[in-house]
């Protein structure tokens, strides 16, 4: 086997040391010419080179972490009132940098719009090329096979057109594009490295439309539904609703849905007394206007799925079921009130409004409005929160108050909240506001005839649901998944060639060469190739050599097994 030689420049190469790459060449060394066409075209390759492409996605990743770390309108706009309360320096600097509405700023914006048009200019050069390179076929070998970083040569006795034959049949097995170009065999192989670099950057390009896509067409609604009500996805249905700047209320996919049940399990015993086992809401729903009513039950962190609509359980309470009835006994309130947890324990506190038909012993009509607070295991004593989430021992404690709630002038309010500027409070037999704990079943009696307050036994409980509808969740899923497997194959795969040439020489043996050129350097391409070799070698063995002289720097070993990087080369 001959010893190899280190030149291993480009100029040596010839066609062979071509780059082995899809990417355009960038010629910066000339400055753009003057004009203002030599600067477009100066500023579309910077705006198109990887470098800036890179640069842009390290920006957009920068500035979403405000939009993480600072409350934005969209998504919790009282949030953003309390920080602009709390932070009166920081607020208006924020407001001027866009900190408040990151994802919808100028500067996110365009950042967002020039990765977007940097990822096409950089994609569509690429993929011609590349398409190209699958339409050609191999270059011819080197003039100087013993130039390349990878090389092995032997003699044998087979004739030079069946070894070029045995081959061209050996590499194509192999899984190289393969064919004869004079007196060698030129073979490529690793296209899918190219492949895989283009499929990652159209991911890129399908991410960032699914994320578009879906900011602009997205809608976020919840609703607080007690066991027995229904829903049909409706904007008037919302308690809360938030969408994106494209959205339009046809877009909401249309079913309905009751909640029929609601149970929860907790840990009674041991370290994790009090820890939810289970969290589940029955349900029966239907599509579209006319569709089959069907059963299912969801689950924290488990949906129901719904065209592009998912339906999440997002959390729950207790609402105590209230009668009250006027000075003449009549029944003027019966309904069951939803109280918003307070602690882990579901303490739970709200507001019992009665709004119309109410009139005292007298007769004078007026409102009622009537705290609440609830415990659903009540310990004894002076206790004031709950000792467990579940209904071991529920109490309910209430504070009436009558005169005008508010409601009719115009001006909403929250139902969760006692507007007393127009109430009076009832007083007890010590003039102080009247208030008392009662238990399921029990009865409070308000002074002077004025009614009754029943804390009935049937103790329903609510659900919160978040409905969620983002019509690019699919895309940007299938973008994520083709961008690691973009990456994976860019990273893994190497692209490299290999030729082997066979001629007779002087004395009418057969020289076989054999060499490969990778695109970068590694130890894969002399063990392949040794491999390659040693399987060729087994079909065309090395013939007798004569006596070599002494001082003859020829290696007479013919194991073909073994390959010779050119010096600097990577082993």
């Given amino acids: 086997m001959s010893k190899t030689t280190t030149d291993t420049s480009p100029e040596g190469l010839g066609a062979a040391g071509s780059q082995l790459s899809t990417a355009p060449q960038e010629d910066l060394s000339t400055p753009p010419s003057l004009g203002v066409i030599g600067w477009a075209r100066w500023f579309w390759r910077q705006l198109t080179s990887m470098r800036v492409a890179l640069l842009l996605l390290l920006l957009l990743s920068l500035g979403a972490i405000p939009g993480s770390l600072i409350p934005q309108t969209g998504a919790d706009a009282n949030k953003v009132d309390d920080f602009r309360k709390a932070h009166t320096t920081l607020a208006p600097v924020y407001d001027k940098l866009g900190l408040f509405h990151v994802y919808s700023s100028v500067w996110f914006s365009a950042i967002y719009i020039l990765l977007f048009v940097s990822l096409i200019g950089c994609i569509v050069p690429r993929t011609w090329q590349f398409v190209g390179q699958l339409r050609g076929r191999p270059p011819g070998a080197p003039k100087r096979l013993d130039r390349l970083p990878a090389y092995t040569t032997w003699r044998t006795t087979a004739d030079p057109e069946q070894v070029r034959e045995r081959a061209l049949a050996l590499l194509k097995k192999r899984r190289f594009r393969a064919h004869l170009v004079g007196d060698a065999v030129a073979a490529e192989k690793g296209y899918v490295r190219e492949l895989g670099n283009l499929i990652f950057h159209i991911a890129l390009i399908v991410l960032l439309t699914a994320f578009a896509s879906g900011q602009m067409f997205k809608s976020d609604g919840t609703k607080l539904m007690v066991e027995g009500d229904g829903f049909s996805n409706a904007l008037p249905m919302y308690d809360d609703f938030k969408s994106g700047s494209l959205f339009q209320a046809d877009d909401l996919v249309p079913f309905s849905f009751d909640l029929k049940s609601f149970t929860g399990t907790y840990e009674m015993t041991g370290p994790n007394r009090g820890t939810p086992r289970t969290f589940q809401a029955r349900i029966a729903y239907s599509e579209g206007a006319y569709g089959k009513q069907r059963s299912t039950v969801v689950k924290v962190n488990e949906p129901l799925k719904i065209g592009d609509s998912k339906v999440y359980l997002v959390s729950h309470g207790y609402a105590p079921v209230i009668t009250v009835r006027d000075g003449k006994g009549k029944v003027v309130y019966r309904d069951a009130v939803p109280l918003l947890p307070l602690d882990g324990n579901v303490t739970s506190q709200g507001v019992i409004k009665v709004m119309d038909g109410y009139r005292d012993a007298q007769g004078t009509k007026e409102q009622l409005g009537i705290r609440a607070f609830f415990l659903p295991t009540y310990g004894g004593g002076a206790n004031v929160l709950s000792q467990f989430p579940a209904l071991l021992n529920p109490v309910l404690n209430l504070e009436p108050y009558h005169g005008d709630l508010g409601v009719d002038a115009g001006i909403s309010q929250s139902v969760y909240q006692l507007d007393q500027r127009h109430l009076k409070g009832y007083k007890d037999a010590k003039g102080a506001q009247l208030r008392d704990n009662l238990k399921p079943g029990q009865t409070m009696t308000?002074?002077?005839?004025?009614?009754?307050?029943?804390?009935?036994?049937?103790?329903?409980?609510?659900?919160?649901?978040?409905?969620?509808?983002?019509?690019?969740?699919?895309?940007?899923?299938?973008?994520?998944?083709?961008?690691?497997?973009?990456?994976?194959?860019?990273?893994?795969?190497?692209?490299?060639?290999v030729w082997v040439r066979a001629v007779a020489g002087p004395d009418g043996v057969t020289v076989v060469e054999m060499a490969g050129l990778g695109r970068s350097e590694s130890a894969k391409v002399p063990e392949e190739l040794s491999d390659l070799a040693g399987t060729l070698y087994d079909t065309a063995p090395g013939a007798p050599e004569a006596a070599a002289p002494a001082d003859d720097d020829t290696n007479d070993d013919t194991d073909a097994s073994h390959v010779v990087p050119a010096e600097g080369a990577e082993q």
């Fill in 446 to 497: 308000l002074p002077n005839g004025a009614g009754t307050v029943t804390f009935e036994k049937n103790i329903k409980e609510w659900a919160g649901f978040e409905i969620v509808q983002e019509p690019g969740g699919g895309w940007a899923l299938a973008g994520a998944l083709a961008a690691i497997f973009g990456l994976a194959a860019s990273l893994f795969i190497q692209r490299r060639r």
